[in-house]
């Protein structure tokens, strides 16, 4: 249980010490009108209108912040209802007014997810593209702000970081023994290799790479490396930083020579971030992600692409036109768009094939369909095949999503699934119009997602500070009930015997996981010597493959490259019973549409319990004088039940991965010890090695510790979810109990002033009524 309480065992709003904070200002309105240029008239009116009323709630909340204040400021001891109050005033007035939509591009190097980015923003070289040089595998964020110019962020690896990665580095350009000719030459042409000693000569120079790590530790690098590990670049215009940031995220092939080209600090990057003044194009609040497709060897690097891509509410899948068809990588990249919405925020995943311009009209002549009209230009023909591309790829796609997921998931109901792009086409427009060209589209999607999310935003916020205001209100009551401590104790009880109902409930729903989690295991267990024979054989045998598996033990289990494809083979060896139980786990932690095995609707129908009960309660207790009390009940269960839905959601991340968390584990000693082979017959032996950990692991029960791990997590989300669900309706029941901590006996005697949200609330909620689609 200790786990569990790191995330639950809290109190919803913690009392802070400093409960005299001053507020956060709030940008200028000159500032926030400059937010919506990238919209249309009419939605700009719309979003002026949210941004209104989310002001006019905030000026309500500061207003009682300062008068709660100063009613106590004297006190030598604040009573824990007062401070709850304090605190929860506080924190719904400096709440972001909204959190980032990220929208990740994800594609393999040259796929054109940097040109899809400038035509996004309308800067053409803005960022650099893939041609003859290879850009790093960082990732990098665009937004736009309310800053006057161009400005980068180069995030580099901590020096603990970077000494971490050169241990690794050394170690797979480390040989005890001196091999044979041809298996030295092997070695020589592996992939790592290459990769290992490029990264040590850009940093050290040529000669890197024969050095220990020892040595290495006491060189100094070629470049001058800022101690705050962050470069910033600022320029008045796009062009100027481009030119300024280019080398930064631009690496080189070696030359013919092959000696290291000009010297960058690529293998010290671990993110960028870039942002771009008021754009009329791109709105506030949007970050797109160009997101490389395979990861990294670094640990932290690699890290960092895992939980972008899991925070990636919208994922675009990155193809050009020419590997669509018959190219495995966006096939790999769109599987793992799906473990996305599995384990992270991500709602939406789209496939978007670029360079679509591209034809070679004679051919496809030749190739194209007897019957057909006839085609009259190169023109016809690219947007002929762009619609087939489009309907083939539409029902391909969707055949997956409803493989892995839930059959009423919201992207399995979205209009555009694929979209055919080319940013080419869209600065020149020789062939395709700008609407054809499909790039005004995707902007329309990006300022709807806005618009949509914002929406639901003030609506949230402006309900939960209703609600929050009331008890404040209820302060000022001068109602004498004398049967209110049997009314509230009564409450009491109904929630308790509602809570033992919510944790049958949620144990029935989580126990939907046994099955498929039994059946993937049997699966597994079967099927685990084709799997890591498949990932350790290679076509060509051992050529080019020694230390790319070394540096796969090395990083326990799990390689990223620039080049390769991604090799995990703990994911692989679970993937088995992913395939079992992915249907069931979207269905559980799905938040649109209510399912039969969905966990939402459970709180949902206790939240509505509550209310009724308090409702009824209310009317029979007389709080029907006191309409404070009983709103603010009502309210304030929403807003405990909407901050535990935020905590499921981030938790589900951690029980998804624990299968390959739990096979790493187990496998850890495995990867050690062949980490530790070198000389001759080293690839060999390294297999070897792992084959026999393997089998000794699953005959010693690693896929039924893998089940045990994952229902273990099921369970402790359920203990901690009842836990604080008791826990914050306690809380709030003493609050808007007469007879709790004095929270109002103390503000009465203060004389502490009414602070009436009722106009507000009531214009807030039919404005933004209004405003829905």
């Known amino acids: 249980m200790a786990e569990t309480k790191d995330v639950f065992a809290q109190e919803p709003h913690p009392v802070e010490d400093d409960l005299f904070k001053e507020p956060t ?28 009323l989310e002001s006019r709630t905030r000026r309500v909340l500061s207003n009682t ?10 006190d030598d001891s604040v009573p824990n209802g007062v401070k709850y109050l304090i605190n929860r005033l506080l924190a719904l007035i400096e709440k972001p007014t909204l959190d980032p939509i990220y929208i990740g591009l994800f594609g393999s190097t040259g796929a054109g997810k940097s040109s899809l980015i400038n035509a996004i923003i309308q800067q053409a070289m803005f960022l650099p593209v893939s041609g003859e040089s290879i850009c790093t595998s960082c990732v990098v964020q665009v937004s736009s702000g309310c800053c006057v110019q161009y400005e980068a962020k180069i995030h580099l690896l901590s020096d603990q970081e970077w000494r971490e990665e050169l241990k690794n580095l050394t170690k797979l350009l480390h040989r005890m023994e001196e091999l044979g000719g041809a298996e030295a030459d092997a070695w020589n042409r592996d992939e790592a290799v290459e990769e290992a000693t490029w990264k040590l000569q850009m940093i050290y120079g040529n000669g890197a790479e024969s050095k220990n790590y020892e040595e290495l530790l006491k060189a100094k690098p070629k470049g001058k490396i800022p101690t705050c590990r962050v470069i910033t670049l ?18 080189q092939r070696r030359d013919w020579h092959g000696e290291a080209a000009e010297m960058h600090i690529w293998p010290l990057i671990k993110h960028v971030e870039v942002t771009l003044p008021k754009s009329d194009l791109i709105p506030e609040g949007v970050v797109l992600v160009d997101i490389p497709g395979t990861g990294d060897f670094n640990s932290k690097r690699d890290e960092m692409w895992k939980k972008t891509i899991d925070k990636c509410s919208v994922i675009w899948v990155i193809s050009d036109v020419e590997r669509v068809s018959g190219g495995r990588a966006h096939e790999d990249l769109l599987n793992e768009s799906i473990k996305a919405c599995q384990r992270g925020f991500c709602r939406d995943v789209a496939l978007v094939v670029t360079k679509t311009d591209k034809l070679h009209l004679p051919e496809y002549l030749r190739e194209r369909k007897a019957g057909n009209q006839a085609i009259q230009s190169q023109r016809e023909a690219v947007l002929e095949r762009n619609e087939m591309i489009k309907l083939q790829r539409t029902r ?64 949230k916020y402006v309900t939960e500070a209703f609600g929050l205001l009331l008890l404040t209100d209820s302060v000022n009551s001068t109602q004498k009930l004398p049967n209110e401590y049997l009314h509230v104790s009564d409450l009491r009880r109904f929630t308790e015997e509602k809570v033992e109902l919510l944790e049958k409930a949620i144990a029935q729903c989580f126990a939907c996981m046994e099955r498929p ?31 790319t598996l070394k540096a796969v033990c090395l990083r326990n289990g799990i390689y990223a490259s620039r080049t390769l494809a991604r090799i995990d083979l703990n994911e692989a060896l679970t993937q088995p019973i992913y ?29 509505y319990s509550l209310q009724e009960k308090m409702m009824e309660i209310g009317i029979r207790s007389g709080w029907k004088y006191d309409s404070c009390k009983k709103n603010f009940l009502i309210q304030e269960i929403s807003a405990i039940l909407g901050g535990l839905e935020d905590h499921i959601l981030r938790r589900k ?49 690693m896929f039924e510790r893998a089940q045990e791990r994952m229902q273990h997590q099921f369970q402790q989300l359920k203990a901690g979810i009842v836990e604080k669900v008791k826990g914050s309706i306690a809380t709030m029941l003493a609050l808007a109990s007469s007879q709790g901590d004095g929270l109002y006996k103390e503000l009465a005697a203060q004389n502490f002033p009414p602070c009436r949200l009722w106009n507000t609330r009531l214009i807030v909620c039919a404005q933004v009524e209004l405003e829905k689609p």
Request: proline share 3%.
């Open 65 to 74: 912040y300062q008068k709660l204040i100063q009613s106590v400021f004297l």
């Open 517 to 547: 989690l039994k059946e993937g295991v049997r699966t597994a267990r079967t099927s685990y010597r084709g799997i890591l024979r498949a990932c350790l054989v290679r076509s060509k045998g051992n050529q080019g493959f020694h230390q």
């Open 653 to 701: 991340r951690r029980i998804y991965e624990s299968l390959t968390t739990s096979i790493q584990s187990d496998l850890k000693l495995c990867y050690e010890e062949a980490a530790q082979i070198t000389g001759k017959k080293a690839c060999e032996r390294m297999k070897d090695v792992i084959r026999r950990g393997v089998d000794q692991q699953v005959a010693e029960g």
């Open 25 to 52: 200002r709030k940008r200028r309105k000159s500032d926030r009108d400059q937010r919506f240029r990238a919209f249309p008239s009419v939605e700009q009116s719309s979003l002026k209108e949210y941004e209104k």
């Open 234 to 251: 600022k320029a008045e215009e796009a062009e100027e930083l481009s030119i300024k940031l280019d080398p930064y995220i631009r690496t």
């Open 579 to 607: 395939d079992q139980i992915d249907p069931v786990f979207g269905s559980i932690f799905r938040t649109g549409k209510p399912a039969g095995l969905a966990l939402m609707p459970h709180l949902d129908a206790f939240k």
């Open 396 to 459: 391909i796609l969707k055949e997956k999503l409803e493989r892995k997921l839930p059959a009423d998931f919201n992207v399995l109901e979205a209009s555009d699934l694929v979209y055919t792009v080319s940013a080419q086409e869209y600065w020149q427009q020789a062939l395709l119009t700008e609407e054809e060209t499909e790039i005004p589209k995707l902007r329309e999607y990006i300022r709807k997602s806005l618009l949509d999310k914002k929406r639901r935003t003030v609506t």
